[in-house]
């Protein structure tokens, strides 16, 4: 049939129908239109029972598993770049565990290794992936870490394998109830000696109600911050959440728990309706920068309670106003994304030969019945363990740009007022910290407090020099002003 005696209604359905088609191929072709994707899923890492549990001086078998440890996974996909966000429940993990969990990682799925964050949450009742040599920057891997790392990469793959179209929102909630700084000022002459035979000015965890308090050495971040993701007006795909509160602890003798973190994720969870449909809801908290910070109000101490119980009525409050926060904030169809990896050289923290005198006299002398539970003699061994350790430590360093959201991280245990200062002068409007990001580097204070002393300070609990922080903190703002939109 001619073109011209094809009838007018089939026309205009063909002219309508080739108009889209156009338009589509126009629309894929021009730059910034691809929609944002996300996919979220969780790889379990809980290790065998009679595994060492850690977070102590002295390391206990594990003997029952209370709730699941998870390495819980996002990717997220702006059509151009990819970034990976991992939150492991472990105390922390050595560097090299982060170094293969990228490769495997890098192997499966092509995301660089410098767009995939692996943090940890800094539970005090899991198992070791951090091995046995402390002050290391490289070393092979148990079988435990070699564990670790495959279900890392796994559980990325997996958040890959449920990528769909997605919004993102940007919010924060307030719980300041929750977060106390735990290094306090005492009154002259009240602070008891410290391992060294010495007395420091500040106490980390103060006899609670004491007339001795005088002030805490540092501030707290009360600010949980969170990234969501959700279908286009739907059900939510993930939330990742970070705020500044070390592990809240209490559990059962010889449990394993993923702690706060993970009751908090299975909180949220239960709050969002259609979590449970395929592929589920995954709440993710990591820890953002809380070396100095605690759940233990030290002017007015709370009753000591069963185990688990302020875990979960710390977890279930963080998520109702997490969830509330949920409803307020203003969803978007794009970001973009990028990342910064930077390594530093920072020198280690040097000791000096008195120091070292004392600790191979300490050793020698000590009673073998008393030397695994004697402060003392611990110390003794770390400060011998960190004067044999190469003079340079190698400090993993990384920031990721989510549109106009800004994670900065930190491989140690980081005082609070660090992260305050990053969201203070990051370049981007929505910014915060997450700590112990592809390495465990020991406690990260600020110059001042090396003054004061305090367990937080001593060298083999910190191995890093005094002016480490602001080392590290120069170098994340630096990759946050490189990532930054330039103004036309």
């Known amino acids: 049939m001619p073109v011209s005696q094809v009838p007018q209604q089939i026309m205009k359905r063909l002219t309508f129908l080739a108009t889209l088609f156009l338009t ?45 440890l998870f390495a819980r996974c996002l990717v997220l996909d702006d059509g ?38 692996i943090s940890c949450t800094h539970t005090h009742s899991a198992g070791s992936a951090l091995g046995d040599l402390r002050y290391v920057d490289e070393q092979p891997l148990n079988d435990y870490q070699r564990f670790v790392a495959r279900r890392i990469a796994d559980g990325v793959r997996r958040a890959i394998h449920v990528m769909r179209p997605a919004e993102i929102a940007f919010g924060t909630a307030e719980a300041p109830e929750h977060v106390f700084n735990r290094r306090w000022f005492m009154r002259e002459g009240t602070a008891p000696v410290n391992p060294f035979g010495k007395v420091d000015k500040v106490k980390m965890n103060p006899p609670g109600g004491s007339k001795d308090l005088v002030e805490p050495a540092g501030p707290t971040d009360p600010t949980i911050s969170f990234i969501a993701l959700r279908e286009p007006g739907g059900r939510l795909i993930s939330v990742f959440s970070a705020y500044s509160l070390h592990y809240v602890g209490g559990i059962g003798e010889g449990h394993i728990s993923a702690d706060y973190y993970g009751m908090f994720c299975e909180a949220l969870k239960k709050m969002q309706a259609g979590s449970e449909k395929d592929p589920p809801f995954v709440a993710m908290m990591a820890n953002a ?24 009525f710390v977890a279930e409050d963080v998520a109702r106003k997490v969830n509330d926060a949920l409803a307020k904030v203003t969803w978007k169809d794009n970001a973009e ?18 120091l070292l005198a004392w600790a191979k006299s300490t050793e020698a002398n000590a009673e073998p019945a008393t030397k695994k539970a004697n402060l003392s003699v611990i110390y003794a061994g770390r400060v011998q363990k ?13 920031v990721l740009r989510i549109g106009d959201i800004c994670i900065g991280t930190s491989p140690c245990e ?15 409007a929505h910014s915060f910290m997450v700590e112990l990001n592809h390495a465990y580097i020991g406690y990260l204070p600020t110059p001042r407090h090396f003054e004061f002393g305090g367990y937080e300070t001593w060298p083999g609990t910190n191995s890093l020099e005094p002016q480490a922080s602001v080392k590290m ?16």
């Open 337 to 354: 994304l990028d990342a910064r990896f930077r390594e530093l050289e920072i020198a280690r923290r040097k000791i000096d030969a008195n």
């Open 24 to 68: 589509a191929v126009a629309s894929a072709a021009s730059p910034g239109a691809a929609t944002l994707q996300a996919g979220a899923a969780t790889s379990n890492i809980t290790p065998e029972l009679g595994t060492s549990i850690i977070g102590g001086f002295v390391p206990f078998p594990s003997t029952h598993v209370h709730d699941e």
């Open 414 to 428: 980081t005082f609070a007022e660090m992260g305050l200062d990053f969201k203070k002068r990051s370049p981007l």
């Open 289 to 312: 920068t809380s070396g100095d910070v605690n759940n233990n109000n030290f002017v007015t101490p709370r009753p000591r309670k069963p185990a688990y119980e302020q875990m979960r």
């Open 80 to 117: 151009k770049a990819k970034l990976a966000l991992v939150v492991c429940d472990l105390l922390g993990m050595h560097r090299s565990v982060s170094i293969e969990a990228r490769r495997l990682i890098t192997d499966a799925t092509g995301i660089p290794p410098s767009h995939v964050a």
């Open 386 to 398: 960190l004067a044999e350790a190469a003079p340079m430590a190698r400090v993993p360093l990384q």
């Open 473 to 488: 903190l120069d170098a994340v703002l630096d990759m946050a002003a490189e990532l930054a939109p330039k103004s036309k």
